[in-house]
Structure formats: structure tokens, C-alpha cells
């Protein structure tokens, strides 16, 4: 069993580095508490996609460990605690919505009757009931994020992932999306979320990341970073957190030329 | 074990939804085949053997038809499920590595058997087709369609586009199945195409499964069945390797 007060996600010296020699991750230590909101801010190829496939078992990591609720990630446990939902929509395209739902219960322990009955219940949450028996291609674009969801939280994860959820959709589903997740956190599931949206990560979460080229330039709450930063908006912060390590890697790569 | 029931139904659901093209293509094509040379070039090749020619080419036909789609089921089963992602719901699930090579493996078996099952009794029907030898027969179907459900699943797992997975079916397994023994006895081929015969894989599982049916077979059934067994087993740990490492899976 997971023991009690363990952080609810530890990365500790994760590494990793693709088969093209691309280092997405390097040496990355994070750690969330359990029952935290956790926001992860970064540009395109920060490396925020690969540390959450890392913690989801999605590629091989080089090295460095990943602790969920204190369970190696790679174990059962600590699997069946982890809902994604993944960037990129990546529904089955042979499955029904409720089969999708079911079948995700199912791959994560559920026996039939407790994935059907729970299938109706995200059906019906999700706004989803008149699309019960529609495939996920024959689903509107805002279907299909709401599906992403609803089948990330289908076996009550204790720690679920979103990875950009909001990403292309429109006001009022992001709002609608919004509302569900605070929801969800209220009841005491840690999220972890990325997003490129500031207004978004400021609104959300307690603690906020900035990570770039794989490593992480700081860490705090919105006012927190606002203060330490010196500047009054998150958008400053962004932009300057972004540009010291900008010139940081500058720096680096300068002195490994000499 | 929740997890293996519910891939392997996923994948067997999959096959029925898709049942006219998984299913009852072959199906007809394997009966047009049987139509076609058995009925047809029956009346000028009366017998291979003791056998009617319309009987002996039964056990090869049912044997090609179920191979290729074993093959050809979880190369494009896997294969649409890491270009479109959806494996991932399945690679992060919690579930062993060899549950997820077995539940992939079965779709495979299921439809190759669907295929079989209906061409079997469609055959007693048309050319009252005899079953001699039952166990050699599961024997001969359950180790070479593990054979070609694994190498689809290897190949679904390599390839980078469709062509790579339709290739090997066109360029390798397909060829092999017709110079195998499914149309002829090899006893009947000259010097070197007999010798030449025997190292063709495919070979030993048409005869292992014409043993099956009419009790006749080219070389020993045990030869056949070792041969299918010892080329079975590397192929799957192939498959089972790809799971347990994640190579190509999670690159």
C-alpha cells in the first residue's frame, strides 16, 4: 500500500535523451505534494510532454527515477493511480463513446458492470448522453476533449494529468472545463497541468513550474514568482524566467566551445 | 487480469465490427478459390495421391486464408493504434507486458479462426472435406497461428507506414503460402524446386494441416509441427520483448 503523506508525484535526476541525441529532460528533480494543483509552464520542446510520459510510462526514460504517492511508476499501483489525458486527441477510432470509457475502466481493473455503470455516470457528467453510441471520429472537436477527460478520470486516479486540455477550444468549453477540474480538486485529487495559457495556470494552480530545455528555472505561486521576479503580471515573469535561461543555455553552450 | 479480458475483447470486438472485410472477404475468396481450381481443374487432375484434387487443396487454402489474416489482423491493429496513439491507453494501464503481447495475439486468433471455422463447414458442404486426425489439426492451427498472429504484432510494432505492413504480406507470406504445397504435392516437383520446397516454413504448416484433414502429409507431421513450433516461439518472444522493453512502443 502507498504510504501516507508521500508527495503525490517525485521526479528525482530524470533524464532524457531521444534516440536522435535530442535532451529533452536533464537531471530534473520535482517533487508535488499530494492534493496540490500543480501547473507546468514552458514553451514548445521545454520537455513538459516527455516528463509527463515519463511519469505515465509512455517512453523509456535514460535515468532518474519516478515516484508516484511513493510506488516506482512503473509499478501496477502506482499505474492504476495515474489519469492522463494526452495533448493530442488519441481516441480509439473503432470504439463507441461509452465503449471508450468502458474499455479504459476495463484496462485499469474494472470489472463489466462497475466500468458500464460508471461509463454512464462520465456519460452524463460530460455532457456526452446523446453521443452514447457515436465513434470517437464522428465526434465535434469539443466531444472529443470532453471525452479525453471524462475517460483520463474514468478509474478515479488520484493523480490526473492534464497535458494542454484546453488547448483549441473554445471559451465556453474551457470555462465548462474549468469548473469540472476545480471541482475534481476539491475532492482531493492532485492534478498536474500544463498549459500554454498564463491566464489559465494563474487561475487554476497553487504552484506553478517554468521549465525550459528540459530543466526547471523556477518554481512557486503566481505571487510568489510575481515578487521574486520583480514584476507585477505572470506574463512578465514568463518572458524574463524565459530569457535568463535562454541566456543561461547561451552561456553553456559558449563554455563548452572554449 | 481484468485488463487482458478487456484488451482481448477489445480486439475481438474490433474484428466483428469490421466483419465484412476481416471476415467475410477471406471467406469468399478462399471459396472462389475452391470453386475455381477444385471444381473446375478437378475434372483434369482427378487425384493427388488418394486423395480428390478438390479435397487435397482444401486443408492449403483454409491454411493460407487463416495465416493471412492472423498476420495481417494485428499488424494493422497495432500498427493503427501507435500511428493514431490510442496504444497509450493500454501501455500506461495497469497491466504486464505479457498480457498485453497475449491480448494483442488473440484478436489475431479469433479472426483467423472465424475464417477457418466457416471455410471448414462450407468445405464439408462443397467437397465433403474429412477431418482424420483432430489433434494433429489443433495442433498444426493453434502453433501457426501464434506463429503469424506474433509476426504481425513484430511488424506492426517496426513498421513506420502501412506499406511496411502490407509488404511482408505481399512480398513474403503470400508467395510463400502459394509455393508451400497449397495447390500440389511436392513429391511431384523436380530437382531443385523439391528441395527447395522444404525450406519454405510455410510448407510444413500446410502439411501439418493437411495431416489434420485427410490424414496426409508430404514429410512427417512431427517434422511439420517441430518446424512451426521452433519458429512459433522466437517470433512471439520477439513480440513479448517489444512489450516488456518498450522498443518502438515508446520511442
Known amino acids: ?258 | 487480469m481484468t485488463g487482458l479480458v478487456w484488451l482481448c475483447r477489445r480486439e475481438t470486438l474490433r474484428v466483428s465490427k469490421l466483419w465484412t472485410q476481416t471476415v467475410l472477404a477471406p471467406v469468399v475468396s478462399s471459396l472462389l478459390f475452391i470453386l475455381v481450381f477444385g471444381l473446375s481443374l478437378g475434372d483434369r487432375i482427378k487425384t493427388v495421391g488418394d486423395t480428390d484434387y478438390e479435397v487435397f487443396i482444401v486443408p492449403g487454402l483454409i491454411t493460407m486464408a487463416m495465416v493471412q489474416a492472423a498476420y495481417a489482423n494485428n499488424a494493422s491493429s497495432i500498427f493503427q493504434a501507435r500511428f493514431d496513439r490510442y496504444v497509450n491507453d493500454v501501455l500506461s494501464a495497469p497491466m504486464r507486458a505479457w498480457q498485453m503481447t497475449l491480448g494483442y495475439t488473440v484478436g489475431g486468433l479469433f479472426r483467423a479462426l472465424s475464417i477457418g471455422g466457416l471455410l471448414l463447414v462450407l468445405a464439408v458442404l462443397l467437397v465433403g472435406v474429412p477431418v482424420e486426425r483432430p489433434f494433429a489439426l489443433a495442433a498444426a492451427v493453434v502453433l501457426g497461428l501464434v506463429l503469424f498472429a506474433a509476426l504481425g504484432l513484430v511488424v506492426g510494432i517496426h513498421a513506420e507506414t502501412w506499406d511496411h505492413t502490407t509488404f511482408i504480406q505481399n512480398i513474403v507470406i503470400l508467395p510463400l503460402a502459394f509455393v508451400g504445397g497449397v495447390f500440389y504435392s511436392v513429391d511431384v516437383l523436380p530437382a531443385p524446386w523439391h528441395e527447395l520446397s522444404h525450406i519454405n516454413p510455410v510448407f510444413y504448416l500446410v502439411n501439418a494441416v493437411r495431416f489434420g484433414f485427410i490424414g496426409q502429409s508430404d514429410v512427417s507431421i512431427w517434422l511439420c509441427l517441430g518446424v512451426t513450433l521452433a519458429l512459433a516461439v522466437p517470433v512471439y518472444a520477439w513480440a513479448q520483448y517489444l512489450f516488456t522493453t518498450g522498443r518502438k512502443l515508446k520511442d
Open chain 1, 1 to 258: 500500500m502507498y504510504r501516507d503523506h508521500a508527495p503525490a508525484l517525485e521526479l528525482r535526476g530524470l533524464t532524457k535523451r531521444y534516440d536522435d541525441g535530442t535532451l529533452a529532460l536533464e537531471e530534473f528533480d520535482l517533487e508535488i505534494p499530494a492534493g496540490a494543483f500543480f501547473g507546468l509552464l514552458g514553451p514548445n520542446g521545454a520537455g513538459k510532454t516527455t516528463l509527463i510520459s515519463a511519469v505515465c510510462n509512455l517512453i523509456r526514460v535514460t535515468a532518474g527515477e519516478v515516484l508516484v504517492f511513493g510506488e516506482p511508476a512503473d509499478t501496477m499501483l502506482a499505474r492504476s493511480w495515474i489519469g492522463l489525458a494526452e495533448q493530442d486527441i488519441n481516441l480509439d477510432r473503432f470504439l463507441t463513446v461509452r465503449e471508450t470509457l468502458a474499455y479504459h475502466g476495463g484496462y485499469f481493473g474494472m470489472g463489466r458492470a462497475e466500468a458500464e455503470q460508471r461509463a454512464e455516470e462520465m456519460i452524463d457528467v460530460f455532457g456526452l448522453a446523446g453521443k452514447r453510441d457515436t465513434r470517437a471520429p464522428r465526434l465535434s472537436g469539443g466531444q472529443r476533449r470532453r471525452l479525453l477527460l471524462a475517460r483520463a478520470l474514468m478509474h478515479r486516479p488520484r493523480l490526473v494529468i492534464l497535458d494542454e486540455p484546453t488547448a483549441g477550444v473554445d471559451f465556453e468549453l474551457r470555462t465548462e472545463m474549468w469548473t469540472y477540474i476545480r471541482r475534481l480538486h476539491a475532492e482531493g485529487t492532485t492534478i498536474l497541468l500544463t498549459t500554454h495559457y498564463l491566464e489559465e495556470a494563474e487561475a487554476l494552480c497553487e504552484e506553478i513550474a517554468l521549465i525550459r530545455d528540459g530543466r526547471l528555472i523556477a518554481r512557486d505561486s503566481a505571487d510568489g514568482l510575481r515578487e521574486s521576479f520583480g514584476v507585477e503580471r505572470l506574463d512578465q515573469v514568463y518572458v524574463k524566467a524565459m530569457a535568463s535561461a535562454a541566456s543561461t543555455l547561451l552561456g553553456r553552450v559558449r563554455a563548452d566551445r572554449l
